[in-house]
């Protein structure tokens, strides 16, 4: 058995559980997907042993809270996560990462997860949270759909900037929301969102 920190979270449709053994092999097979590989900090070529490490490794990380999104029938239809203390001038925050499995696509699940995570991230641990006072969110400047779905859960555009991800330097979006903010869509500017 894998030791987790993590709540199982329920929504409408979903069941965010931490990742599980059962989950090897469809965390792998999402991961070959390009966009995954683009716009993720997954390793590439993606291997069998990453997201057995992803399972067993990750999910037991006191640093790191890491769900799988689980729709209604059962399949793994994404992951997300909030890496804790990432930030030493604001150690109350943490920095939002997800992906979402092709065939989900499309279909509000990243969104209906982001929800419920934001309000276990930001949620004093007294409440049963992870007691977080600020989230972040950064993408690559062309990764709309993943700007799209921040904005709608409330996230604040803060700029541009350019970090050195895997093949170099890039352009990416960053945003922030608060514990104190409400989770209302937040409007963004079409260069950013697509629109």
Same mark, same amino acid.
């Given at each position: 058995?894998?030791?987790?920190?993590?709540?199982?979270?329920?929504?409408?449709?979903?069941?965010?559980?931490?990742?599980?053994?059962?989950?090897?092999?469809?965390?792998?097979? @999402?991961?070959?997907?390009?966009?995954?590989?683009?716009?993720?900090?997954?390793?590439?070529?993606?291997?069998?042993?990453?997201?057995?490490?992803?399972?067993?490794?990750?999910?037991?990380?006191?640093?790191?809270?890491?769900?799988?999104?689980?729709?209604?029938?059962?399949?793994?239809?994404?992951?997300?996560?909030?890496?804790?203390?990432?930030?030493?001038?604001?150690?109350?925050?943490?920095?939002?990462?997800?992906?979402?499995?092709?065939?989900?696509?499309?279909?509000?699940?990243?969104?209906? @997860?982001?929800?419920?995570?934001?309000?276990?991230?930001?949620?004093?641990?007294?409440?049963?949270?992870?007691?977080?006072?600020?989230?972040?969110?950064?993408?690559?400047?062309?990764?709309?759909?993943? @700007?799209?779905? @921040?904005?709608?859960?409330?996230?604040?555009?803060?700029?541009?900037?350019?970090?050195?991800?895997?093949?170099?330097?890039?352009?990416?979006?960053?945003?922030?929301?608060?514990?104190?903010?409400?989770?209302?869509?937040?409007?963004?500017?079409?260069?950013?969102?697509?629109?």
């Amino acid at each position: 058995m894998i030791e987790t920190h993590v709540p199982t979270l329920r929504t409408a449709r979903l069941i965010l559980r931490a990742p599980a053994e059962l989950d090897i092999d469809p965390i792998y097979q @999402a991961c070959q997907d390009p966009s995954i590989q683009r716009y993720t900090l997954v390793p590439v070529p993606y291997r069998r042993s990453d997201a057995d490490w992803f399972v067993r490794v990750n999910a037991a990380d006191p640093a790191s809270a890491t769900w799988v999104i689980e729709a209604a029938d059962g399949h793994l239809a994404g992951t997300i996560g909030v890496s804790l203390h990432t930030d030493p001038d604001h150690p109350d925050s943490g920095s939002l990462g997800y992906w979402c499995a092709p065939a989900d696509r499309g279909n509000g699940y990243v969104r209906e @997860a982001l929800r419920a995570v934001l309000e276990c991230a930001l949620t004093p641990v007294a409440d049963g949270g992870l007691g977080l006072e600020r989230v972040t969110w950064r993408a690559l400047c062309d990764n709309v759909a993943s @700007a799209r779905a @921040a904005a709608s859960v409330g996230f604040r555009y803060t700029g541009r900037r350019t970090d050195d991800i895997r093949s170099g330097a890039e352009e990416m979006h960053t945003a922030e929301i608060h514990a104190e903010d409400d989770r209302r869509p937040q409007r963004w500017s079409g260069d950013v969102i697509g629109s």
